[in-house]
């Protein structure tokens, strides 16, 4: 690439210290420099001072020196089967012994050492007084153990003097793969957005037992192997809710929106005069919201939460108040932390920015002591994750009682709201002054804001990952497979500094290493399948390095082109065999509107388009004609067919493709027409709270899928 106008080589060099991208190539393939403004604004979230070239240079030096101020790095990352390599650094000339501590019990010793030549430095390094300081390198054996280890090393000065140092060293999976429940064969399941699929028993918004109930119904009718549903994700605690579930409080605990009130444990045995009160909010809830054509999670949540909060002050029997100590226990830090934000937020609103200054940091005094003088507000919010954590273990446990190899697959927004529980609970990991989205691509060409604050990678590193870590395996615990977001947000984000707009962003690297290693090492332990949403712009290698780990990609039909050959709709034989394959997705209108041309009309409406009107329906039109072409050639489309046969045929077509998992929207099942989300949005269109209707637009409840022979139909298509 031709060098970088506007930046000095010292900030140039600064920025790839930092994993910064200087320039880029855009979705049209044109290379892009990235504005000095830019540049300086990421690093200065980083706490790095480049303003000037003195300042960049200074930063420059100190972050190269960076490494020979502490003996271990804070984090290392392997993979199973390969050797690593690790440098050490210690006063020259002291005597070293470095070692590891299994995650199992147990103690490697004996690594061996590695010819290292550098010169020793002078500064201050890790030990008083300073000195020159040497660098020893150690070979990482390529025999250890999957887990979490710690790495150790200690050093011996002339006058015996020990200084000691450790760094959690994590030995990922080689190869996840699917789980051996699925073994070699192709499986299918159907897509949801939970929220929007109600049944005559629940509030106003679909919850974990309708989740439940269309889990055991497909399998035990149509074999499916997995549903697919939207993030669960904890919203605000009281309204007015977020609607999207991808940008949500916190990633790590759910929303206790999807609780079924009625199957507490609790509710059973509660006074009559409890029970009546619970179906009297219930009842007024379901008149509030007669006609109404749009899903409420304001007033759904209103009354869920008021029925809850009366069952929580019935007493529990002893035995499950244990299993409520030994849950809070398990959960641990976190756990505290997300419900006393969360009783906090009740009061105060959730933008805790605004917030008392004493209030906004979990770890102060003033925080502590609100909590121990408001234990029971506190003890409520963790005991509706605890109540989550049941609902969701029943609903995985009768999905595989079903016959379901996988269960249910969850989805792992990209990010958390910067006012919610995750950023306050856990500010000091994530970059101020920034948000993540997208650059300009095809489907939104003025680029993406998802007012989301990014992970700062330096941070992570100090924390052992520990976030990311604790966040996956919550989801895990009751899941056969996760769904990643925008999965390339791995290895890269599109950082945007506040008040620049998305087209003025750029990529920050992440150590995809760690990040997609402690998915992979967490997925492995829950024997549970990764999926990663690897549409739009990706870099080549990175879908080669997903691909070598054994975690899938995700294919769109419409999207998929034989980009490498003359740009037709791509063959069956050359789909890729480990991927989520499916038809449509939540970001596109169903496909029954997609065929007549609905998004590009609704992009226009909504004036999401760059290119003129006509010049973009004109090429839609193009390609939906050479899908079509493309189906009647394979014989799954007979000519003349209706709307809801070549829904059908375009199905059908994903059979013929070597893609080892199949998915099916549960819009496209009933018929639906309306888009759950146009990218770019936010109040020109109801997103996120479109509920589940019919070609007519009418409302489907659960009990009507089930009744239904044209999901039937088309259940039976991926049924074989």
């Known amino acids: 690439m031709a060098a970088v106008p506007d930046l000095d080589p010292a900030l140039r060099a600064l920025a790839d210290a930092y994993g910064i991208a200087t320039e880029y190539w855009d979705w049209q393939g044109r290379h892009v420099v990235v504005a000095r403004e830019t540049v300086e604004a990421v690093l200065a979230a980083l706490d790095v001072d480049a303003s000037t070239p003195e300042a960049a240079h200074a930063a420059l030096e100190a972050r190269e020196q960076e490494p020979w101020t502490r003996m271990l790095p804070p984090f290392v990352a392997l993979r199973a089967g390969r050797t690593g390599r690790v440098d050490v650094h210690l006063r020259d000339g002291d005597g070293l012994r470095v070692w590891i501590d299994l995650e199992t019990g147990g103690v490697w010793e004996h690594l061996r050492q590695l010819e290292n030549w550098t010169p020793a430095r002078h500064l201050d390094g890790p030990y008083p007084g300073g000195g020159p300081v040497g660098e020893a390198t150690f070979e990482l054996p390529d025999a250890l153990p999957l887990g979490y280890h710690t790495l150790r090393a200690s050093s011996t000065d002339a006058a015996g003097q020990l200084h000691e140092a450790s760094a959690r060293l994590v030995v990922t ?170 009783a906090l937020a009740v009061g105060l609103g959730p933008d805790w920015p605004t917030w008392p200054e004493a209030l906004r940091h979990p770890g102060s005094p003033a925080v502590l002591a609100w909590a121990r003088e408001h234990e029971d507000e506190v003890a409520f919010e963790c005991w509706l994750q605890w109540a989550l954590d049941e609902q969701l273990d029943g ?20 990010g958390v709201n910067p006012r919610g529980a995750d950023a306050w609970s ?90 997609v290693g402690i998915l992979a090492l967490e997925a492995h332990r829950a024997e549970a399948l990764v999926v990663g949403e690897d549409l739009g712009t990706v870099e080549p290698w990175v879908r080669d390095d997903l691909r070598s780990r054994g975690i899938l990609g995700t294919s769109i039909l419409w999207f998929e082109f034989d980009f490498d050959g003359d740009g ?8 890729r065999e480990y991927c989520l394959a499916s038809v449509t997705t939540h970001d596109l209108p169903p496909t029954t509107a997609y065929l007549a041309g609905d998004h590009v009309r609704l992009r226009e409406r909504l004036g999401v388009l760059t290119r003129p009107f006509e010049e973009e329906l004109a090429l839609d039109e193009a390609e939906r004609g ?95």
């Open 426 to 515: 856990l500010q000091d990991t994530y970059a101020r002054g920034i948000t993540v989205g997208a650059p300009p691509d095809p489907y939104n060409q003025h680029g993406q804001d998802w007012s989301q604050p990014p992970w700062r990678p330096d941070r992570l590193a100090e924390a052992a990952y520990e976030p990311w870590r604790a966040m996956v395996s919550t989801i895990l615990r009751h899941a056969g497979g996760i769904r990643v977001d925008h999965v390339i947000g791995l290895f890269r984000l599109w950082w945007i500094p506040q008040g620049l707009g998305p087209k003025a962003g750029t990529y920050v690297r992440l150590d995809h290493e760690a990040m």
């Open 173 to 342: 999976p080689a190869w996840l793969g699917f789980p051996a429940s699925v073994g070699e064969r192709r499986t299918w399941g159907v897509a949801t957005q939970l929220y929007s699929v109600t049944s005559e028993q629940s509030w106003g918004v679909g919850d974990l037992v309708d989740l439940e109930d269309l889990a055991v119904w497909s399998a035990a009718t149509s074999g499916a192997d997995h549903v697919l549903v939207n993030p669960l994700h904890a919203a605000e605690p009281v309204p007015p809710l977020e609607p999207s579930p991808y940008l949500p409080t916190s990633r790590r605990f759910a929303n206790p929106l999807y609780l079924r009130v009625e199957r507490i444990p609790e509710h059973a045995t509660a006074p009559d005069a409890v029970r009546a009160e619970v179906a009297r909010l219930r009842a007024d809830l379901a008149a509030r919201l007669e006609g109404v054509d749009a899903i409420d999670r304001d007033a759904a949540w209103t009354a869920k939460r008021a029925a809850l909060q009366a069952l929580f002050a019935v007493p529990r029997t002893a035995g499950r108040e244990a299993a409520f100590a030994a849950y809070r226990a398990r959960e641990g830090s976190g756990l505290q932390d997300f419900a006393t934000w969360s």
């Open 568 to 575: 037709s709709p791509l063959a069956p034989e050359l789909w």
């Open 626 to 720: 050479a899908w079509l072409d493309t189906l009647r050639a394979h014989g799954v489309l007979a000519d003349g067919a209706d709307v809801e046969e070549t829904v059908q045929a375009l199905h059908r077509y994903l059979t013929l493709t070597p893609s080892r998992l199949l998915n099916l929207a549960l819009t496209d099942a009933v018929g639906d027409r309306r888009a759950q989300n146009q990218p770019g949005t936010t109040d020109e269109y109801p997103n996120w709270r479109v509920p589940l209707t019919d070609a007519d637009g009418r409302p489907v409840r659960l009990e009507d899928v089930f009744r239904s022979p044209r999901v039937r139909a088309l259940l039976a298509v991926l049924e074989g």
């Open 395 to 414: 609903t995985q446990a009768a999905a595989l009682r079903a016959g379901m190899r996988l269960g249910v697959m969850h989805d792992l927004a990209v």
